[in-house]
């Protein structure tokens, strides 16, 4: 199969994850926030475990270490700054304070993250298709708790779980949109430097905006757990690496 393919075909599997959102429907909210935060907790194992073992050590591969740790910095940052200017946070478990003027918000900046994301995981399919798989494998398993909670958020926030399905799709389709912008503009530049601008995009919406969710647990249960599938996530994504390898190596 051609990049061309796995970029295509990356981005519409993703794209059709947000209507993994109408679970929501048949879940109770105590069921729902049960589930959401190991889902988060493995999301930020697998997402820092693709930065970590797959993307930085591909990009060392063929840049200066410097640079490759700049623009780790440059993807770090930047989506620091959506969450900042654009007031953009990840709703992760449904809440009665969402509504409707702030899932405007929800859904643009989630459209500009898929954007990004898609811009991102493009370019590292171009780069490698093997290391294009495991940070798609990452990728999605971030969406799943996103989606769910983007989802609930919605419908709190007023919209018909129809019109959430729809909105939360279309802010989806930004991702492969995404990947085939990585894709045209490869053939006319070196795209390598997305490799680590994703990395930063990873470890960033890893540490700083999943990790803070799952510590919020006030029992030693939960704390435990929410640990133990956070190791599982960097374990798999770290098992992957030694399974298949990366550019790198």
């Not at 969406?143 to 958020?153: R, S």
């Not at 960033?204 to 929410?226: C, F, M, Q, R």
């Amino acid at each position: 199969m051609t990049t061309f393919l796995w970029i295509l075909l990356g981005g519409i599997a993703m794209s059709l994850l947000s209507l993994i959102g109408g679970v929501a429907l048949i879940l109770s909210e105590a069921t729902l926030k049960k589930v959401l935060l190991p889902l988060v907790a493995f999301a930020a194992g697998s997402l820092m475990g693709g930065a970590l073992f797959h993307m930085i050590p591909a990009a060392l591969a063929g840049m200066p270490v410097i640079t490759v740790f700049r623009f780790v910095a440059v993807g770090f940052v930047l989506f620091f700054a959506l969450e900042q200017f654009l007031h953009w946070h990840h709703c992760h478990r449904a809440s009665a304070e969402c509504r409707k003027p702030l899932t405007y918000l929800i859904l643009i900046g989630d459209g500009l993250h898929n954007f990004l994301g898609g811009l991102s995981i493009g370019a590292v399919f171009l780069a490698d298709i093997r290391l294009g798989i495991a940070a798609w494998i990452a990728a999605a398993a971030h969406e799943v708790p996103q989606e769910l909670g983007d989802f609930a958020v919605l419908v709190h926030g007023g919209w018909t779980s129809r019109q959430a399905l729809l909105l939360n799709l279309l802010s989806g389709l930004t991702f492969l949109v995404g990947g085939l912008v990585a894709y045209a503009a490869s053939q006319r530049m070196d795209v390598g430097w997305l490799v680590p601008l994703a990395a930063g995009n990873f470890l960033y919406i890893g540490a700083s905006d999943l990790v803070p969710e799952v510590n919020k647990s006030h029992t030693l249960g939960a704390s435990v757990l929410h640990f133990a599938v956070f190791a599982a996530g960097l374990g798999l994504l770290s098992a992957l690496a030694a399974a298949g390898g990366h550019a790198g190596h």
